[in-house]
């Protein structure tokens, strides 16, 4: 049991890379492919180089990336970057040209909107499933993170930079409404990857400057379940001190909390923010 519990987190990280690189093929082939959305890095340039040589694009990528991988192994990490980073590689590139003979290469639909959507948001799913694995799918994310390291370009302009080359060639070869589709591809393919990475995981943060702190945080405290942190300010224009309460909600308990504050303290001042994770007790768990 304990041995399980030991290699459990390495299995589940395969899981999901294999899970991932699946979701990617299959958004290739349905998607993708058909619409002639050539969306930047390895499998964008893949693409451009089949449609003039009708070479086995898995074959291609699993090419594209050796020197990339090299790369990456010198500059990323060495050992813990590679073995994950490999298997996502490898596992796409064979499902890529393996998939191709069993999935219509017509895909599902001929209109460019819904390929453009439906093929960002499972490959942005099958990305997001493969950094949740602690892996990297190659091509764009070695060449932006190497840039980041080398250069000290921010990961989303290195990013821009490396899958930008890749829609202007698609532009010149397949015509500007492809490449402009290809844009949005990759834009919401970005986000759906990150909300999978992340979850929902948006919580709201409130600063509440009370003249009955000790009442107020109890009732938080009792009624929502919320931890409450005291703080003391002091006001800049009155220089008085004034207590101040930081808690954390989710985002369907703001209007408790509001309703709370109004019956115990209406003359309180609160501000509502936003915050982009929140970990520890009454969250998500803190972990490595």
């Not at 909107?113 to 799918?137: D, E, H, M, P």
């Not at 509440?208 to 009624?223: A, F, H, W, Y």
Request: glycine share 12%; aromatic share 10%; net charge positive.
């Amino acid at each position: 049991m304990n041995k399980l519990k030991k290699i459990w987190p390495v299995l589940r990280d395969y899981m999901f890379i294999l899970a991932g690189a699946l979701l990617q093929a299959i958004s290739l082939h349905i998607f993708l492919l058909p619409a002639r959305l050539a969306n930047g890095g390895v499998t964008g340039t893949t693409m451009l180089i089949n449609h003039f040589t009708g070479w086995p694009i898995g074959i291609m990528i699993l090419i594209g990336n050796i020197p990339l991988f090299i790369l990456g192994w010198r500059f990323l990490g060495g050992k813990s970057f590679a073995l994950k980073t490999a298997v996502a590689v490898l596992v796409y590139a064979l499902l890529v040209d393996f998939l191709a003979t069993y999935l219509p290469t017509i895909g599902l639909t001929d209109d460019i909107f819904l390929n453009s959507l439906y093929g960002a948001i499972v490959s942005g799913i099958g990305y997001g499933l493969v950094y949740r694995g602690q892996g990297t799918s190659g091509g764009s994310d070695i060449l932006a993170r190497i840039l980041n390291n080398w250069k000290s370009i921010p990961v989303s302009q290195s990013y821009l930079m490396v899958d930008g080359l890749v829609l202007i060639a698609a532009g010149l070869v397949f015509g500007p409404k492809q490449a402009l589709y290809a844009l949005v591809t990759l834009y919401v393919s970005g986000i759906v990857a990150e909300t999978t990475l992340e979850g929902s995981s948006i919580v709201r943060t409130a600063m509440i400057v009370t003249n009955r702190p000790g009442e107020l945080s109890s009732q938080i405290m009792k009624d929502m379940n919320r931890g409450v942190t005291m703080l003391t300010g002091k006001g800049a224009y009155s220089g008085e001190a004034r207590d101040i309460l930081y808690c954390v909600v989710i985002r369907s308990e703001v209007a408790r909390l509001k309703f709370i504050i109004n019956e115990i303290d209406p003359q309180a001042f609160m501000v509502i923010g936003q915050a982009h994770e929140a970990l520890g007790e009454g969250f998500k768990p803190l972990v490595k």
